[in-house]
């Protein structure tokens, strides 16, 4: 299973931005997609996830701010961020489980998308 996280670019504070990740590959449901990001120097932090019947989660930092949603057909999440900050300047990354058509477990993370909020 291999997942494709894109949407990151260079935007100012106050700025408004749409990550999306896309899974493909021998997948047979997907239970969870979440997103996380890392800082320089710092490590990899969950930031948002939701799960199978759409209940979300957020770190404190981002409530109100960010909303993770899904489309279920298409195998894709997505993370809207708005009202940006410099602090929220990292490289995002998209993580799904589920299991693949064989009924294996997989657990698989994006490549990464730079997000810079210049302020």
């Known amino acids: 299973v291999q997942l494709v996280d894109s949407g990151g670019v260079l935007v100012q504070a106050v700025g408004s931005l749409r990550l999306s990740c896309a899974a493909s590959?021998?997948?047979?449901?997907?239970?969870?997609m979440a997103w996380y990001r890392q800082s320089p120097g710092k490590q990899r932090d969950l930031v948002a996830d939701?799960?199978?019947?759409?209940?979300?989660s957020y770190t404190d930092s981002v409530k109100s701010r960010f909303t993770i949603s899904r489309d279920v057909a298409k195998k894709m999440a997505y993370l809207q961020r708005n009202s940006l900050s410099p602090e929220d300047t990292a490289v995002y990354y998209c993580n799904a489980d589920g299991f693949s058509l064989r009924g294996f477990k997989f657990l698989s993370w994006g490549q990464g998308t730079q997000v810079t909020v210049s302020s």
């Open positions: 939701i799960i199978s019947d759409g209940s979300t």
């Open positions: 590959g021998s997948i047979g449901i997907i239970n969870h």
